[in-house]
């Protein structure tokens, strides 16, 4: 079946305008995952969703972050006024929720963002 | 200090060598992924436990709950097995667990024909 699908593939922006990177987790899986990898850092943490639980938010880094999942499935993260230290890969997952245990992420190929 | 701490960093072997990539966490955890990822490739994920060893093909990880230590082995390693391999935690609290991940930096495993 089909994984996580996540566009653009690549963006380039300017700095100051919004992005929209859009994600569509495996068909079936309630919690959805977004995380970003900076050139020559770790993987960090964003925001994830779970059915139709409030979003767990901890991750955003500043209120110019947020997303939203439309009807239990896709996602949209939207980066307002980018600035340059937005320039990274962009990562969605998705994994079924089964007896109150979250199960093995799936990761989608990523949105390589750069902020000129 | 970092909640999740991988060993060794950096890692060159030679074809056919048995590798070992060792993991340690500060928090309490439901289960522990072990995450791969190829230079410039997507993230695939590699297991999923919550105790004891699980295997695929040359693969094996194992976990000590008490100790907050995973160690994830290759066997008879080869080239293909050239990628970063991330150790990554979602942290358990109060009421259950929670859904996101505390990832380690990874190690960068480089097999030489």
């Known amino acids: 079946g089909a994984g996580v699908s996540q566009s653009p593939s690549n963006k380039v922006t300017e700095k100051g305008k919004d992005v929209e990177l859009r994600c569509d987790p495996i068909?079936?899986?309630?919690?959805l995952y977004w995380y970003r990898q900076s050139l020559g850092q770790g993987l960090e943490f964003l925001i994830y969703?779970?059915?139709?639980?409030?979003?767990?938010k901890s991750g955003l880094p500043s209120d110019r972050f947020s997303a939203e999942r439309t009807g239990g499935s896709v996602s949209t993260l939207t980066i307002q006024r980018t600035q340059q230290e937005d320039s990274a890969v962009y990562l969605c997952a998705s994994s079924l929720f089964v007896g109150g245990s979250y199960n093995e992420q799936f990761f989608g190929p990523g949105t390589r963002l750069t902020v000129l | 200090k970092n909640e999740v701490e991988q060993s060794p960093q950096n890692l060159t072997a030679q074809e056919g060598e048995f590798i070992t990539i060792n993991c340690s966490y500060s928090v309490g955890i439901s289960a522990l992924h072990w995450l791969q990822q190829h230079p410039g490739g997507g993230i695939v994920s590699l297991f999923m436990l919550s105790s004891g060893k699980k295997k695929h093909g040359r693969l094996i990880a194992t976990i000590n709950i008490q100790e907050k230590h995973s160690s994830l082995h290759i066997t008879a390693s080869h080239p293909r097995d050239s990628a970063v391999y991330i150790c990554?935690?979602?942290?358990?609290?109060?009421?259950?667990?929670?859904?996101?991940?505390?990832f380690g930096k990874g190690t960068k495993l480089s097999v030489k024909p």
């Open positions: 969703f779970q059915g139709n639980s409030a979003p767990d």
């Open positions: 990554a935690v979602p942290p358990y609290y109060y009421g259950g667990s929670q859904g996101n991940l505390i």
């Open positions: 068909s079936g899986h309630t919690a």
